[in-house]
């Protein structure tokens, strides 16, 4: 390392000046009376983005260098004024005319009749001063016009929370808080909130100034005789000498938006819910509704020779009687001793066929007809429910009377085995079709008990919103899986064993139902037993009233 000299002894060394001079960071210039640059520092090639030294020299200092030529004068006449101007700030550009900022320290020189013959001085670079000075400046812009508060608190002892002292607050905070900026300063967290302790706060910002590490805290609800009352949102991170900064707000009006948006989520699915229900009816209204075609017609074909199937059957039970009654007569002539030969080979024919089993075989064979045709005819009338009659007009009715009726009828099923529960609400009367409403009672509560294995109850609930009814029927019954519920609904679709269901018994109530202006819906589960709601209008639409 080279020994460096006493100033006296530099003063005299040139060659140090020399390499001052080229090395030096800041621009040392001198320009003559006319503004001429006369002598200028290598440095100025890198400050003022030239090529090469040469460039300056001879040219007019204000038009080079400033970046407001007649800033020039202002600078000169405040130099005339104190003969030397020190870190006087100027607005300097580059050789492609980009701004920045700089500062100088100059002089008059003189020769040696004391005639001022130029200026002297030095050009430093600010830029980068400038810049931070000016993010300080709008840091602190920001926090006085954030919306946040902002506190911060210096931890006096490393080691005790208590020691927490509010050094700096925003306007914000006072706004947020109701508490005066001036009131807060100066005090401990203790003394300014109190209440903060037992939930740990003051705890947890210590801790941020130990770790160094930033927290944040959801809803701290705070509030006292000073502190507006409010849940806070709250963001502890660290700052240099032991200090903590703290921005807070205030989301009790965010809270109170999200529960809305919550409950704004849950009706919007309710609706989804039920837009799914009601496309779920409609689809199944169609496939009814062509079904309804489709009976009708089948229905109307069969009618026919069903009627002379039904008709012909009792006049040929009566003929066959008939018959029979002339057989007996000719039985009485047995005695009589001419004939005897005759009916004594009649007679044995008729032990060979086993008369009395052919009499009772063709008396069961007529039975069989005739209960199959009332079975085709119950199954017809049936599909009938399908379509919709011109005949079938709506009257005012009480829905109670057709429910208790129903269970009359089914007593013999439930007796000793299922307890009815009947939870009937005060209900007005509604415009129906009574019938067909019985009707529809008669397959939910048939269904039910069919459903109930051994001892079981029945739930029979009524109510009414004033424009709807609503009827529940509940079972403890076997349940259905989610593949059975889908297909209730369907014509012919059952589980019943062959001869005990037609399955035609939820696709007519649905009809019904629906001829109403009515929904059905049906809840299940295996073993969880099952429960129907229907709702039917109390009044129906003008057009479907007759
Ligand atoms: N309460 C219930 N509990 C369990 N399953 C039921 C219940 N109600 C209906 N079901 C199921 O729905 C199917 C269809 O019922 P639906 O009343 O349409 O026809 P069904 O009862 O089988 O025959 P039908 O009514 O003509 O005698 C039934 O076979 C059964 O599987
Ligand atoms: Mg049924």
């Known amino acids: ?17 020399r390499n001052i001079f080229e090395n030096m960071v800041e621009v040392l210039y ?15 090639v890198t400050m003022f983005g030239f090529s090469k030294l040469e460039d300056f020299i001879g040219r007019n200092i204000a038009e080079t260098f400033y970046y407001k ?4 004068t202002v600078f000169l006449k405040k130099l005339d004024q104190e003969n030397k101007v020190v870190n006087y700030p100027l607005l300097l550009k580059k050789k492609d005319g980009t701004m920045f900022h700089g500062k100088t320290t100059s002089y008059f020189i003189y020769d040696e009749e ?5 200026v002297e001085g030095i050009i430093m670079d600010t830029s980068e001063q400038f810049l931070a000075e000016q993010a300080l400046q709008q840091a602190g812009d920001i926090v006085n016009n ?4 902002i506190y911060i608190y210096k931890l006096e002892s490393l080691d005790d929370d208590r020691t927490l002292t509010m050094i700096a607050a925003n306007p914000a905070s006072e706004k947020l808080t109701g508490v005066p900026v001036t009131e807060v300063i100066g005090k401990t967290l203790d003394e300014n909130f109190p209440g903060l302790r037992e939930k740990g706060i003051p705890q947890k910002y210590a801790e941020v100034v130990r770790t160094q590490n930033p927290i944040e805290i959801e809803n701290i609800y705070y509030g006292d005789n000073r502190v507006v009352e409010a849940a806070y949102s709250v963001k502890a991170f660290p700052l240099p000498n032991m200090q903590v900064g703290v921005s807070f707000e205030n989301i009790m009006g965010r809270k109170k938006m999200e529960n809305e948006l919550i409950s704004k989520n849950r009706e919007l699915e309710k609706t989804l819910e039920k837009i799914n229900e009601i496309n779920t009816q409609l689809i199944l209204s169609e496939k009814m ?7 009708a017609g089948v229905a109307h074909e069969i009618k026919n020779p069903l009627n002379f199937i039904t008709g012909n059957i009792e006049p040929l039970k009566r003929d066959v009687a008939d018959i029979f009654e002339i057989l007996e007569k000719y039985e009485g002539l047995v005695t009589d001793l001419q004939l005897k030969k005759v009916l004594e080979g009649i007679e044995n024919i008729k032990s060979e066929m086993d008369f009395d089993l052919l009499f009772n075989e063709i008396q069961k064979l007529m039975e069989g007809i005739s209960d199959g045709a009332n079975r085709m005819r119950e199954i017809v009338k049936s599909l009938g429910s399908f379509t919709r009659k011109g005949d079938d007009s709506f009257v005012t009715h009480n829905i109670h009377q057709g429910i208790e009726s129903t269970l009359i009828l089914l007593g013999n099923k439930t007796k000793d085995r299922i307890t009815i529960h009947k939870e009937f609400g005060q209900i007005s009367d509604i415009e129906c079709q009574p019938e067909k409403l019985n009707q529809v009672f008669m397959n939910l509560l048939s269904n039910a008990i069919q459903a109930i294995e051994g001892k079981g109850d029945i739930y029979i609930k009524t109510g009414s919103d004033g424009e709807n009814l609503s009827i529940t029927i509940r079972d403890t019954g076997l349940g259905m899986s989610k593949d059975v ?12 064993e062959l001869g005990k269901g037609t399955g035609l018994g939820l696709s ?5 139902i629906e001829q109403h202006g009515g929904t059905i819906i049906v809840k299940s589960g295996p073993s969880k037993g099952t429960e129907f709601t229907i709702t039917l209008p109390i009044r129906q639409a003008d057009d479907q009233r007759k």
């Open 508 to 512: 007519i109530s649905f009809t019904i």
């Open 114 to 118: 004391c005639n001022h013959v130029g």
């Open 69 to 72: 030529p007649e800033d020039r």
């Open 289 to 295: 509704a062509s079904l309804g075609e489709i009976t």
């Open 146 to 149: 954030t919306q946040l508060g």
């Open 485 to 496: 519920q889908k297909r209730i609904f369907e014509p012919f679709f059952t589980t019943k």
């Open 30 to 44: 001198r320009a003559d009376n006319e503004g001429r640059i006369t002598l200028i520092s290598p440095s100025a």
């Open 1 to 17: 390392m080279k020994k460096i000299k006493p100033f006296e002894a530099i003063k005299k060394d040139r060659k140090v000046y």
